[in-house]
């Protein structure tokens, strides 16, 4: 289940934290992205004007990710390390847009200084971590505010439950995840699709 905290946490963004708790929060939040080789997870995605979609998410670092979402609906989205692609089977168009210039570059470049374009944020939730991240360089690219739970037995004693996203236009989508694993088998494979265009072969 996705406890009502963290639902809480990820509908509510506020401007500022103590400056003291900073530096050792990004620490362990750069800690935990760096060392999440891999996750599974369901997820529960809101668009800014209130639909749900649920479905499943799979990530394998670097620059790799997968939300398949729920049966009977014609839209897969896939990170493939290089782009991401999004896939509508129903009008058999595919969007491509560079992962760098995406609010997921934070969780999907583990290599990213986080210390450079995020900072900690209140959580309207206790026992939630928030941190919100925005390149200053390119504020095209948008934002995204990042939500984590402690555990102990997670890379920086810390799990992600999920993040509210921002792009350029000020559309926000929230997921929110459940069921995590860790650092678990991911086949390449998962992040191959079939392209609906007319005349072209699987990715």
């Not at 609010?103 to 450079?116: A, M, V």
């Not at 509210?164 to 995840?177: G, K, S």
């Amino acid at each position: 289940m996705f406890f009502r905290p963290v639902a809480v946490a990820l509908t509510s963004l506020a401007l500022a934290a103590p400056a003291y708790a900073q530096p050792s929060v990004i620490r362990r939040v750069q800690e935990h992205l760096r060392g999440v080789h891999t996750m599974t997870a369901d997820f529960m995605q809101t668009d800014r004007k209130g639909k749900s979609l649920t479905g499943k998410l799979y990530l394998k670092q670097p620059g790799k990710i997968r939300f398949q979402y729920e049966a009977g609906v014609p839209i897969l989205v896939v990170g493939d390390g290089r782009v991401l692609n999004f896939i509508d089977y129903q009008v058999k168009q595919v969007s491509k847009y560079r992962i760098g210039g995406s609010p997921l570059d934070i969780l999907l470049n583990p290599k990213r200084d986080l210390s450079r374009v995020a900072k900690v944020v209140p959580s309207a939730a206790p026992g939630v971590i928030t941190i919100l991240a925005r390149d200053p360089r390119h504020p095209q690219f948008g934002s995204i505010t990042l939500a984590f739970t402690e555990k102990a037995d997670a890379p920086g004693g810390l799990l992600l439950e999920g993040w509210v996203a921002l792009d350029a236009q000020n559309n926000r989508t929230t997921v929110r995840l459940s069921n995590q694993r860790l650092n678990v088998p991911v086949a390449e494979t998962v992040f191959q699709w079939d392209d609906p265009r007319p005349g072209k072969n699987r990715d």
